[in-house]
């Protein structure tokens, strides 16, 4: 119940939003939507490539990963 409160919070701050904000925040979530799992990925399979024991790409995945743990669990793409 508490997350479907935080959504139609959201939702109702993004209404009152000026058309061209409400755009761009809304092309900014889905450019990083569409492309933070593709970076965690390809920073991985870099780090793979090299054939050496974990190193700074390999800790970039990580990172980014976590980025995209945490966008998932943002009530944004609901909204928008």
Same mark, same amino acid.
């Given at each position: ?34 492309? $933070? ?5 390809? #920073?991985?399979?870099? +780090?793979?490539?090299?054939?050496? =024991?974990? !190193?700074?790409? $390999? ?5 980014? #990963?976590?980025?995209? +743990?945490?966008?998932?669990?943002? =009530?944004? !793409?609901?909204?928008?």
């Amino acid at each position: 119940m508490a997350k479907d409160n935080k959504t139609a919070d959201l939702r109702r701050a993004m209404q009152q939003l000026d058309p061209a904000t409400y755009q761009e925040i809304r092309e900014s979530y889905y450019r990083i939507a569409d492309n $933070l799992k593709p970076l965690a990925d390809a #920073l991985e399979k870099a +780090d793979a490539d090299q054939g050496a =024991n974990a !190193g700074p790409l $390999l800790d970039e995945h990580y990172l980014f #990963l976590q980025m995209y +743990d945490l966008l998932r669990k943002s =009530n944004l !793409g609901g909204v928008v």
